[in-house]
């Protein structure tokens, strides 16, 4: 667990992405946070330590990411996990068996492969509603609901959920509230500010945006709830290694410019293929014909770079897709280079083929995950894979 610097606070985000959580190394004035590459630490004497024990339990590498992300999420207590389903796993560990989790319909298809094929047999139990309605929300929570979770926007459909009506109704029913932010990024979207209790991402997608290494982070305000979390933490070991830490740690001091090139290129992706296919085939909060275009922009201050088109068919999707040469057929999200993904055979496909159905993430559906590159020329890439498509 690492608590943030309280002056960090009184700067922008795009300061603190450059310095929260860090300060130059005391011994040799290094301006880099140092990758403390050890797995123990030398202790002074029997019970007397300089403040790091075994690297499972702290790591200052990590605790520097950690505080850098806990202040950029406007939170107080930080923690980086081995990877983003790491920090699902460790962050369900906060409950015991017979407690059920109200989970958002729409998530990332890793999420309820986790949730129904592992934990319920551990004894929680998860019940899936439509979170872009509040009230189902509340109809839903009954005495044995311990936490809501969501995301928004979700992945791929792009629903948004209000986070502050949900957060009231889960503090109501004294439930935790548990946001994954990982497409938003803390640059556009702070769910601690709406009320959610613990934001998590997948640090592997925008906050390190380099495609290059596989991490997690939680951030929480409460500081027992911190004390809880540091515990699961060290005693379960999905931690990551100081190397990955500080990769991400390098990522997020370009966050705040990246995103606005995201969100740049995402705007005007989006507006293109709106007029090629219509509104109602494109989903991104930013077009002003996405149904909760207002509520996103309300609780959001950019919309990204993650777009997703219906094509009508697989047979549409996979001509689009081979003739894509700047957007790479690939997993994951968020790094500099685009991206893209068919999500039925690819980042849902453990989803029931019945519930995709239901949520509409069909085999026409492609994700796109907008990189920062020349926008004319991923316009030009776009145009020509769509020639000849109906």
């Known amino acids: 667990m690492s608590r943030i610097f309280d002056e960090d606070l009184k700067f922008s985000c795009g300061t603190r992405a450059v310095h929260a959580g860090q300060r130059p190394d005391p011994t040799t004035g290094a301006i880099m946070t140092p990758i403390f590459q050890t797995s123990t630490y030398a202790q002074e004497a029997l019970g007397r330590n300089k403040g790091y024990e075994y690297a499972r339990g702290k790591n200052p590498t990590r605790e520097a990411l950690e505080r850098n992300i806990a202040s950029l999420e406007g939170g107080t207590h930080g ?16 409950f015991k068996s017979g407690d059920r989790i109200l989970c958002a319909d729409n998530m990332y298809g890793g999420t309820p492969r986790l949730f129904d094929r592992i934990l319920a047999n551990l004894g929680l139990g ?3 509603v439509d979170t872009r309605d509040p009230q189902r929300v509340a109809d839903a929570m009954t005495p044995d609901v311990k936490a809501v979770i969501v995301e928004t926007p979700t992945n791929p459909l792009m629903w948004i959920t209000d986070l502050a009506a949900v957060g009231a109704i889960a503090k109501r029913h004294g439930a935790l509230f548990i946001v994954d932010n990982t497409f938003a990024t803390p640059v556009f979207q702070r769910p601690l500010e709406h009320g959610a ?6 640090t592997t997608k925008y906050l390190n945006g380099h495609s290059d290494m596989v991490g997690g982070c939680a951030v929480v305000n409460d500081d027992d709830l911190a004390a809880r979390l540091q515990f699961i933490l060290n005693a379960a ?17 370009t966050l705040h410019l990246r995103m606005a090139a995201h969100d740049a290129n995402g705007r005007r992706i989006a507006g293109w293929l709106a007029q090629r296919l219509g509104d109602e085939r494109v989903y991104y909060p930013g077009l002003a014909s996405h149904p909760h275009h207002a509520l996103a922009a309300r609780q959001m201050s950019g919309f990204g770079g993650m777009i997703s088109i219906e094509l009508g068919s697989r047979a549409a999707a996979e001509t689009v897709i081979n003739r894509l040469h700047l957007f790479t057929l690939a997993e994951s999200l968020g790094g500099v280079e685009s991206l893209v993904c068919h999500p039925a055979t690819m980042t849902h496909a453990s989803v029931p ?7 509409g993430i069909s085999d026409g559906l492609v994700r796109l995950s907008v990189g920062v590159e020349d ?11 769509f020639q000849g498509v109906a």
């Open 79 to 94: 923690f980086a996990f081995a990877s983003g389903m790491g920090t699902i796993d460790s962050i369900m560990k906060l």
């Open 353 to 359: 083929p019945e519930r995709r159905a239901r949520l």
């Open 126 to 128: 998860f019940t899936y």
């Open 375 to 385: 926008a004319e020329d991923l316009l030009n890439d776009i145009e020509h894979a």
């Open 237 to 253: 070991g999905a931690v990551p290694g100081p190397f990955d830490a500080w990769l991400v740690l390098r990522g997020t001091k």
């Open 197 to 202: 209790d613990i934001v998590f991402h997948s």
